[in-house]
């Protein structure tokens, strides 16, 4: 079998900045800072500390996992641009990871076998990104695939077992996880990123969901 | 040494290569696609960057004919501008340096741009009395070495190069603005209409709000019916705006020759590519018979090479940036100010 290669894993598309490296199946770091506005500082030398205390240099790693979206527009190009910088200066290739799907990885592992959850986060006023999963014996199985959708559609598509998490949160002490954590980022690139490995890495883009409407004044 | 420079902080991206102060390759890639939105539309433009970063890094390895491996140091600029589009430029050049293992320097826009007169073959001799004129700023500045730079004045509220846009705008020229009242100056009287120049409090300060009120108020008052204004008319109160800014400008930068002891004058930023500026300043220096260093066209506006530049100015002086640098979207108040 070959050799793992560690994987350096991102999520920004939040307000967790979170860098996480994968260096077997059974051995993780992660880095955490939950604040608004502080990815474009932090990030960078989060993966710097991070490498340093995994013992392990930037040309060691095998591919690098960014989570891709749906999200903030900044956040998720703050991340995307360090990994191309990363992945440039050392001929890395770039997985990029679905958040939704990530995150429904990170929730099937402790929900009980065959809960449907929703997940859905807010995009502007009017919008939220939604998609539902079910879990099936610690892994999820995709029912609506991530989209993006009017605040009013949602009553329609929430059935009433169905578990809600993200920052969409009609009631107060509903689940909030909104983003998934560098390390759920790290393995879903590992149990799924070979159908990616031979993205050219400059036409990754974040996945915005849509294309962005200028109001003319 | 081998320094790269990145520049995001409008509506281009820019990637250089410069060595031993030898432009190895300035690429610049301009976003045309705002002019349709008669501005710069900042979520576009940071999306623009991000596409554009990597492949136009690629390029200028490929046209500077070096391997990546040979870059010394990496630089990008820090602000001020779009704060989501100054992020790309920054956290590649971070990331990048990081992984590349070499130092990193933050670099400031204008300090970028006051320094792209370095860029020319003839070198400026300090001190250098420095004006610096863009889409966002106008600034007239004491330059006294690699590290001391004061502010003599400013505007106090629109930059030359808005009113530039803004006047282009009233008579119908369509944006960038620029270099259209230029187009339409050449072929008109600068004398035709008397625009205000303002005399203001700060000795050394500008003020276009005032004149650009008032161009407004003459078309206003002269074609109440817009579309009646001749190209003949256009060209009249674009040549005798642009006189207006030109007297403003170098009424200011002749006060500060007759002042402080300079060795060089310089005007930098995307409005000293106006032909009637340079012509202004250049009259000025042989008058009182001092150098006179102007970037050619290609480093008035954003480019890359004044930063990679600046950024090894920096390094000569010691200051290198951490891994934690931020964005800022405004010139700190306190910037350029003598302590
Ligand atoms: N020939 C010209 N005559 C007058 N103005 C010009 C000319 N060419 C360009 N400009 C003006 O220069 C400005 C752009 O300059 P530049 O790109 O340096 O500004 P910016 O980078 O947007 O602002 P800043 O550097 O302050 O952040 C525009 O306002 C444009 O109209
Ligand atoms: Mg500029």
Redesign the pocket.
């Known amino acids: 079998m070959e050799q793992f290669k560690p994987i350096l894993s991102i999520e920004t598309s939040d307000e967790l900045c979170s860098a996480a490296i994968m260096l077997s199946e059974e051995s993780f770091a992660e880095i955490n800072f939950q604040k608004k506005f502080v990815h474009s500082e932090k990030l960078m030398p989060m993966i710097s500390d991070l490498l340093k205390i995994a013992n392990t240099k930037l040309e060691e790693v095998g591919v690098l996992a960014v989570s891709i979206g749906p999200g903030s527009f900044t956040g998720l190009r703050i991340g995307l641009t360090v990994a191309k910088g990363l992945a440039v200066g050392r001929n890395i290739q770039i997985i990029p990871v679905p958040t939704f799907d990530a995150l429904a990885m990170q929730l099937s592992a402790v929900l009980p076998n065959n809960t449907n959850f929703i997940i859905a986060n807010n995009a502007n006023i009017n919008e939220i990104y939604f998609a539902k999963y079910k879990s099936n014996n610690k892994k999820y199985e995709l029912i609506t695939e991530t989209c993006l959708i009017d605040k009013s559609k949602y009553a329609l598509l929430h059935q009433k077992d169905d578990l809600l998490f993200g920052n969409f949160t009609i009631e107060k002490n509903d689940f909030k996880t909104s983003s998934p954590n560098a390390i759920s980022i790290a393995k879903w690139a590992y149990i799924f990123g070979k159908d990616f490995v031979n993205l050219d890495n400059d036409l990754l883009e974040p996945n915005y969901l849509k294309n962005f409407v200028v109001h003319k004044k | 040494m081998t320094i790269l420079g990145l520049e995001s902080?409008?509506?281009?991206t820019s990637v250089s290569i410069i060595r031993d102060g030898e432009i190895l390759s300035n690429l610049i890639s301009s976003q045309h696609f705002h002019l349709k939105y008669g501005g710069v539309v900042p979520e576009l433009s940071s999306r623009a960057h991000l596409q554009m970063i990597s492949p136009l890094f690629k390029k200028a390895l490929e046209e500077a004919n070096i391997e990546k491996e040979e870059i010394d140091l990496v630089s990008a600029t820090a602000g001020?501008?779009l704060i989501g589009a100054l992020l790309v430029g920054l956290n590649f050049g971070k990331a990048l340096s990081y992984s590349l293992n070499k130092p990193f320097i933050a670099v400031n826009?204008?300090e970028g741009?006051i320094f792209s007169c370095f860029l020319m073959e003839e070198k400026p001799e300090y001190p250098i009395l420095s004006l610096v004129v863009?889409?966002?700023?106008t600034l007239l500045l004491l330059v006294k070495d690699d590290l001391n730079i004061v502010k003599l004045g400013s505007t106090i509220d629109d930059?030359?190069?808005?009113a530039?846009?803004k006047v282009?705008k009233m008579i119908g020229l369509g944006y960038?603005?620029?270099?259209k009242?230029?187009e339409y100056s050449e072929k008109g009287n600068p004398k035709a209409i008397k625009f205000p120049v303002a005399n203001l409090k700060g000795e050394y300060d500008f003020s276009f709000s005032g004149l650009k009120t008032s161009v407004l108020r003459y078309i206003q008052k002269e074609y109440p019916i817009l579309e009646k204004i001749t190209e003949d008319e256009k060209s009249n109160i674009a040549a005798s705006f642009q006189d207006a800014v030109v007297k403003a400008l170098s009424n200011n930068v002749k006060k500060a020759i007759l002042n402080y002891e300079i060795k060089t004058l310089s005007v930098v930023?995307?409005?000293a590519?106006?032909?009637a500026?340079r012509n202004k300043l250049i009259q000025l220096a042989k008058k009182f018979n001092k150098k006179i260093v102007i970037p050619d066209i290609e480093f008035?506006?954003?480019n890359a090479a004044m930063i990679a530049y600046r950024a090894g100015k920096l390094f000569e002086n010691n200051i290198i940036s951490d891994l934690n640098a931020v964005a800022f979207p405004a010139l700190p108040k306190n910037a350029f100010i003598a302590n």
């Not at chain 2, 902080?9 to 281009?12: F, I, K, Q």
């Not at chain 2, 960038?176 to 270099?179: A, I, L, S, Y």
């Open positions: 902080s409008c509506d281009e001020p501008g826009h204008i741009h863009s889409g966002g700023h930059a030359a190069g808005e530039f846009d282009a960038p603005g620029g270099p009242v230029q930023g995307g409005v590519a106006n032909k500026i008035c506006g954003d």
